[in-house]
């Protein structure tokens, strides 16, 4: 097994243990907690100093850490990411139906290929916490499904499906009467609970179809939740692995992982709200830092934004830009936009490109068709929020926002190997 297919192997088990933002937060925590890092509570003082951190804020997750020469004015080296991804998620009073079915009601999360979802077996996924607050996290097994209608009714269906929201999109999860029935416990029992305890959840709609490398040459990875576990999962493990360097010009590295990016990232943990630069204060509190010099470490700081890119499609490559066109398997994506969508700059790229030469990884430029405007990541918002230069990358992906999407087994690792070296040495130490 080449150290690729290790890397893979390792980032589908991640991806199976988080079927929620809440899921891969807490297993983000497991894996940092293996690797002696320490939890910490928000509520909490905080020592401050050196060491190896984390927090844990709903389905967010900040780890860092701070070398021992650290200094008020060392710069953080910060690798932003998000843990969810489009899906469906379940409405209050979500137990319905008709006709003699049972059916979940559901809204629709973010911006999903509606009919990647159809005929699939489908789980429950997220928290529900308790009358008294405490949080359980929950995953069902394969539970519901939303049934494509047969092509002997609809004979026109080849020709172009049209899925209706709200009509189209309740699956089922079983037959009988839904004044009988109650989801709420099916929910409930996972968590060794009754339903009557339950004060309020979080919970989404997952697949339940196993990662699976696949291809002539084993080149391909399918999954769910590579936008935007991929990169969760690759800052995670160069966290994890980075080069422990105790020069004084060591930075602070931090992987920053937010939820609700796919929703706008409006949020107490997303982009747009305070969590990172929550975190950042009192790191550098920790170090003696007041205002001035923790803006003086902003000033030499730098982030990654790692969300996931479009490779070109061999069958609608009229959709790309006519000179660029990134492949799986050519390495990770840095992203451009001049309506700042992606916050990329000449400084930034030209930052990424000696990265990526120390680290010995190829990547690939991407940049929108003039007639297909890109969506944006978390870069923009924390750019703007905290004013630290921010270059946006990720790995090439297919099929993206489908409940089952592609990517090259190599870009997840040569992204891991290019945050790895980002996370252990300062900018002046790139070659």
Known sequence: MTAAHAHIADLGAYVSASPSSFHAAHQGGVRLEAAGFTRLQEADAWDGG??????????????????????????????????????????????????????????????PLLNSWLDRELALAGRVVTHDGVEHLVHTGPLLRFPQLAIH??????????????????????????????????????ADLEARDIGGF?????????PRVFG??????????????????????????????????????VLAAFDHEEVGSGSRSGASGPFLEDMLHRISAGLGAGE????RAFASSFCVSADAGH?????????????????LGGGPLLKINANQRYTTDAPGAAY???????????????????????????????????????VDVGVPLLSMHSARELCGVEDPYQLTRVARRFFSVSQDAVS
């Open 352 to 390: 990424w490109a000696r990265l990526c030469r120390d680290a010995g990884a190829p990547y690939q430029e991407f940049v929108s068709n003039n007639v297909m405007p890109c969506g944006s990541t978390i870069g923009p918002l924390t750019a703007t929020r905290l004013g630290i230069r921010t």
């Open 311 to 327: 490779a070109v499609h061999p069958n609608y490559a009229e959709r790309h830009d006519p000179a660029n066109h990134p492949v």
């Open 153 to 190: 009714l609809d004979r026109s269906v080849n020709d172009g499906l049209k899925l209706d929201k709200q009509q189209h999109m309740n699956p089922v999860w079983g037959l009988g009467d839904p004044a009988r029935a109650d989801l709420l416990q099916i929910l409930a029992v996972d």
């Open 202 to 210: 979080d919970v989404v709609v997952a697949d339940t179809q196993q």
């Open 50 to 111: 050196p060491g190896r951190f984390y927090v844990i804020r709903d389905g967010a997750l900040i780890a860092w850490i701070t070398p021992p020469a650290a200094t008020e004015t060392t710069a953080f080296h910060i690798l932003g990411a998000h843990t969810d991804s489009p899906s469906f998620k379940l409405k209050p009073k979500p137990t319905i139906g008709r006709h003699g079915w049972l059916q979940a009601g559901v809204e629709v999360y973010g911006g």
């Open 216 to 253: 002539a040459d084993g080149e391909f990875f399918a999954s769910g939740r590579l936008d935007n576990l991929s990169s969760v999962h690759a800052g995670l493990t160069a966290l994890i692995q980075a080069t422990r360097n105790d020069a004084g010009s060591a930075p602070i590295a």
């Open 292 to 295: 001035e010099q923790r803006r």
